[in-house]
């Protein structure tokens, strides 16, 4: 993605051109399916820029997925984690309309254009709230390009979230097999058993009751930590030990009906289930119960699945609400992102539970050491850099070392 926004600011003409063929449906290997949808899914990010930039170089003023925000100016460089540029506006209506509309959110991809048409890409990567009345934003340029003080730019940000695309097309990039390859690529409509645990021989206790037996935990950080990394998570229960394929047991639950019922079987069983459903039919609920059930299960688990329960929905209120259920059954749980709006899950953040690991875990001397000298070399690379004028360029083997002492820590 990013060498194909780069590629924007030499070749915009050879873009504008591309097109992709979204036809094929056989695939011949893992790769060829996973490289068309890399593609597909940088199309779909790309295609409404593509569109914007053909109506910008034509000299059109309106644009359907492009806020312009006119005069803006570098007034600093900053080095901390990242070369930060901070960007003033200095037209009022753009100042109070990117402070009302909380617009140039973090991760937002943005471009700058010069008198001369030359483009220059980045994404906003800081917005410091004592900053924001005063119209200033901090961006990162992509790849080693270079912005004027001495200039007066228009800015253009792309209203296509870049951060949404950035990681899954970096995954997809680095993925070299396809889950379940033989319904995905071979077209197979056979699902396999899962053989998610030894035996078909299970706990049944949670399908019971229509509701978590305990309150959720509020535990502190440490607490969340301990339990996570506690090595021994088996439960040992006989609550009520049950045949899964037993349909007196099944026949006998009368809080679900039979389509829910019929869903949790098939989700212990076989390897690759769909539960879907209108609103308030009972999705959210069917998915923490089947949690439920394998963690109470897990001595049994096939030791090959002794993996984390990764759990994705569409909104992060979503996400929110299914994990507070989650807290209902277990304490080991992290949540990933930083737009989670819940007390509760507070101290299982991720940033948080890792910033408790630096502050607090003794760290293994030798790495302490080899920290400590990177540390101080990023100190003085930090000092070369920041020794440069703003009007000038950083040296290209500058740069190179400071992002590879970066990737160090």
């Known amino acids: 993605l990013l060498q194909e926004i780069y590629k924007m600011r030499f070749v915009v003409e050879d873009i504008l051109n591309s097109t992709i063929d979204t036809g094929k449906v056989k695939w011949n290997s893992d790769g060829e399916y996973l490289d068309r949808q890399f593609k597909l899914l940088r199309e779909d990010f790309l295609k409404p820029l593509r569109k914007d930039l053909k109506f910008l170089l034509e000299g059109k003023k309106q644009f359907d997925n492009l806020i312009k925000y006119e005069n803006v100016s570098v007034i600093s460089r900053s080095v901390e984690n990242k070369i930060i540029h901070k960007i003033a506006f200095n037209n009022i209506k753009d100042r109070i309309q990117y402070w009302l509309n909380s617009r140039l959110t973090l991760g937002s991809l943005i471009f700058l254009i010069d008198s001369y048409n030359n483009i220059t890409f980045g994404y906003v990567a800081e917005r410091i709230a004592d900053d924001l009345q005063a119209g200033l934003i901090g961006i990162e340029l992509l790849g080693n390009e270079y912005i004027s003080s001495n200039t007066a730019y228009d800015m253009y940000e792309y209203t296509v979230y870049y951060e949404a695309y950035k990681h899954t097309l970096d995954n997809l990039s680095q993925l070299k097999t396809v889950p379940f390859r033989d319904i995905i690529i071979d077209g197979s409509t056979n699902i396999n058993d899962s053989h998610l645990f030894k035996q078909l021989k299970l706990d049944l206790s949670p399908m019971k009751y229509n509701h978590f037996k305990r309150e959720p935990n509020l535990l502190e950080l440490s607490e969340v930590y301990s339990s996570i990394m506690k090595k021994d998570k088996s439960v040992s229960s006989n609550e009520c030990i049950e045949d899964v394929n037993d349909a007196c047991f099944w026949e006998n639950i009368e809080t ?76 080991d749980i992290v949540r990933i992102g930083g737009r989670s709006k819940s007390s509760k899950l507070e101290n299982h953040n991720l940033s948080n539970l890792r910033n408790y690991i630096r502050e607090n875990q003794m760290r293994n001397q030798k790495l302490y050491e080899q920290e400590k000298e990177v540390l101080s070399k990023l100190f003085s690379t930090k000092a070369e850099v920041n020794k440069i004028h703003l009007s000038e360029s950083i040296p290209k083997n500058l740069l190179d070392e400071y992002c590879s002492l970066i990737s160090q820590l």
């Open 256 to 331: 679900y009906d039979e389509s829910q019922k019929d869903a949790i079987k098939k989700a212990l069983k076989i390897e690759l289930s769909l539960i879907q459903g209108p609103p308030g039919t009972g999705k959210s609920f069917i998915g923490s119960k089947i949690v439920d059930l394998i963690l109470k299960n897990q001595s049994i688990l096939n030791k090959k699945l002794e993996t984390p329960i990764l759990v994705i929905c569409y909104t992060n209120t979503a996400l929110d609400q299914f994990l507070e259920n989650m807290l209902q059954i277990t304490d």
